[in-house]
């Protein structure tokens, strides 16, 4: 798990270097799958449920799954990169969102508040604490900063597959749900909206919008519960 988490967070890293205005994300895919096959990783969510891509690569009001393609994106666009590898029978997954050039503040502040939705989350990842603990703060987090947290997709275990038991709401209430224990992995995944939390998919069934069309963000991090603190597996 280590391992191809490694791989994982150094392809998003890198990859995360190319999102730039007038670059497309179907470059943005190839470059990401380039770099997993070069450490002998394999892009596992191409032929997961048919899909074809490396990644998903989500503009704006895309929530995630957005699909790889001629786009070209746009300064003041933010673009969410979820990259996921497998190695040796095990699987990594990992996302973030990056804003292109100068965006107005508001996104910005949401962009921010992403990322401190995930980590507070993985603060709540300990032994003994449930999932309960990570969906509160997460959701708590989000609303505190005056946005809503996507209440139709989690996050999940992650392991010998891409996408295990337990489910994890983005919201919820302390010491509710399964107890955690040290040997878990989990991806843990805020989704949060300018807008409302209401989201659906389009034609293509897979890209997932915010319903509103409000703009979305999404970070994702892989995570080893332990006997202490929590390791994040898919850490720089």
Same mark, same amino acid.
């Given at each position: 798990m280590k391992e191809v988490c490694s791989? %994982?967070?150094e392809a998003l890293a890198r990859t995360s270097g190319e999102i730039k205005e007038g670059?497309?994300?179907?470059?943005?895919?190839? &470059?990401?799958?380039?770099?997993?096959?070069?450490?002998k990783a394999v892009p596992v969510f191409i032929g997961?449920? #048919?899909?074809?891509?490396?990644t998903c690569i989500s503009v704006n009001e895309e929530v995630v799954h957005g699909i790889p393609?001629?786009?070209?994106?746009?300064?003041?666009?933010?673009?969410? +990169?979820?990259? =996921?590898?497998? +190695?040796s029978g095990y699987c990594g997954d %990992?996302?973030?969102t990056f804003p292109v050039g100068k965006v107005v503040k508001k996104t910005l502040k949401l962009v921010r508040a992403g990322e401190q939705a995930l980590q507070a989350g993985i603060? /709540?990842?300990?032994? #003994?604490?449930?999932? $309960?603990?990570?969906?509160?703060?997460? /959701?708590k987090i989000?609303?505190?900063?005056? &946005?809503?947290?996507v209440r139709d997709l989690y996050g999940h275990g992650v392991g010998v597959d891409l996408h295990e038991d337990p489910l994890i709401p983005n919201y $919820?209430?302390? =010491?509710?749900?399964?107890?955690?224990?040290?040997?878990? %992995? +989990?991806?843990?995944?805020?989704?949060?909206?300018?807008? $409302?939390?209401?989201?659906?998919?389009l034609d293509d069934g897979w890209t997932v919008i915010t319903e509103d069309r409000s703009l979305s963000c999404h970070f994702e991090h892989t995570v080893l519960i332990t006997d202490g603190d929590p390791e994040i597996l898919t850490a720089i």
């Open positions: 791989i %994982t967070a670059v497309t994300t179907e470059y943005l895919d190839s &470059f990401a799958e380039r770099l997993i096959r070069e450490r997961y449920r #048919g899909y074809r891509h490396a393609s001629r786009r070209v994106i746009q300064a003041g666009d933010i673009v969410s +990169l979820d990259v =996921g590898a497998k +190695l %990992t996302a973030a603060k /709540q990842a300990r032994a #003994g604490n449930h999932l $309960g603990d990570i969906s509160s703060a997460i /959701q989000a609303e505190k900063n005056g &946005f809503s947290v $919820g209430r302390p =010491g509710e749900g399964p107890e955690l224990k040290p040997g878990m %992995t +989990l991806a843990i995944e805020p989704m949060l909206n300018i807008g $409302g939390w209401k989201i659906k998919t």
